[in-house]
């Protein structure tokens, strides 16, 4: 809400076009203005509040602004606004206005007007309580960034969202397959030229990642306390088993197993699971103990908080998806 000392009232009516400030400016005015609060004050209390001010502003106000403020949703907002910004009182207060201050209350409206939307009554309407929606996506300073995977980037979807506002399509190479990549960013490309769009791609690289592999069979429960092997596939048919959970062979997760030491916590599937290492047999093999139980299924994530890994922020994915 505002305050009255937001309002330079003198300053901000100069703003008035010519013939509306010589107008309110003139001696004449607060006759007017006192003439039209006498008007809406039968009982000559020489105070007015709630309906009567509101009638009595409106009616005192040039006919420019009181029709531009009748026409619009915000009329009653916006007498709210100035008379208990103008009389200071709170929300919680009981705003009223003197015979003697109405014609300053009058001005101090005029300002308030000018000084929250920044126009005159020519362009007051509605709209103006609102920022309107920029259509020209050039000017746009924030741009739309959409994520593109297998269920959006069919020929259909890429125009519709180019259409939507999308300024950079992301393509997570978490996600990438063979051809994928190959087949989208052409099709992004045309569609942006054919729709006089400047579109970005952008490529997430996927970084390391450290996933348990593959199960040999169903989900393996992980009992609290039990003790098991953790390691790398010793060949490809060494999947999770009962027993022995491992990894396949890269050279991030062969780094992250070289790292660990006797007393590490390693955390599976974001934490939901938690093992312990009690004993490190080789670069590639530990003993683990089960501190937080739970099923365990196919590449789940691992991660090792206390344990600083050996390995390039770059993997060999990583530039392949970026070449």
């Given at each position: 809400m505002y305050a009255r000392e937001d309002v330079n009232v003198g300053k901000v009516l100069q703003r008035l076009p010519k013939s509306i400030r010589e107008k309110v400016l003139a001696d004449a005015f607060l006759d007017q203005c006192w003439t039209v609060f006498k008007k809406h004050d039968p009982f000559g209390r020489e105070k007015l509040e709630g309906q009567n001010l509101w009638k009595a502003l409106l009616e005192a106000l040039p006919e420019n602004f009181r029709k531009a403020i009748l026409s619009n949703q915000y009329g009653w907002s916006l007498q709210q606004d100035s008379v208990y910004a103008f009389t200071n009182c709170g929300r919680a207060g009981e705003p009223s206005v003197s015979l003697i201050k109405f014609p300053e209350y009058v001005k101090f409206t005029l300002a308030l007007i000018m000084h929250k939307y920044g126009a005159n009554a020519k362009v007051l309407d509605c709209k103006m309580a609102l920022k309107p929606q920029e259509m020209d996506h050039s000017m746009r300073k924030t741009k739309v960034v959409a994520s593109l995977g297998p269920a959006s980037w069919s020929e259909e979807m890429i125009?519709?969202?180019?259409?939507?506002?999308?300024?950079?399509?992301?393509?997570?190479?978490?996600?990438?397959?063979?051809?994928?990549?190959?087949?989208?960013?052409?099709?992004i490309r045309r569609f942006a030229k054919d729709m006089g769009r400047k579109v970005e791609v952008l490529g997430d690289l996927q970084g390391p990642k450290f996933r348990v592999g593959e199960l040999a069979g169903e989900p393996v429960p992980l009992i609290e306390g039990e003790i098991l092997e953790f390691g790398i596939c010793k060949t490809d048919d060494d999947h999770i088993r009962p027993g022995r959970i491992t990894m396949k062979s890269t050279i991030e997760q062969?780094?992250?197993?070289?790292?660990?030491?006797?007393?590490?916590?390693?955390?599976?599937?974001?934490?939901?699971?938690?093992?312990?290492?009690v004993e490190k047999l080789s670069d590639t093999e530990l003993k683990v103990k089960v501190v937080r139980g739970g099923k365990l299924k196919a590449r789940k994530g691992v991660n090792v908080p206390d344990v600083e890994i050996d390995c390039a922020a770059l993997t060999e994915k990583d530039i392949e998806d970026a070449e």
């Open positions: 125009p519709k969202m180019i259409e939507a506002g999308t300024d950079i399509f992301r393509l997570n190479c978490s996600h990438r397959r063979d051809g994928d990549f190959e087949r989208v960013y052409p099709l062969r780094a992250l197993v070289k790292a660990a030491k006797p007393g590490i916590d390693l955390l599976i599937e974001d934490g939901l699971m938690k093992v312990n290492v």
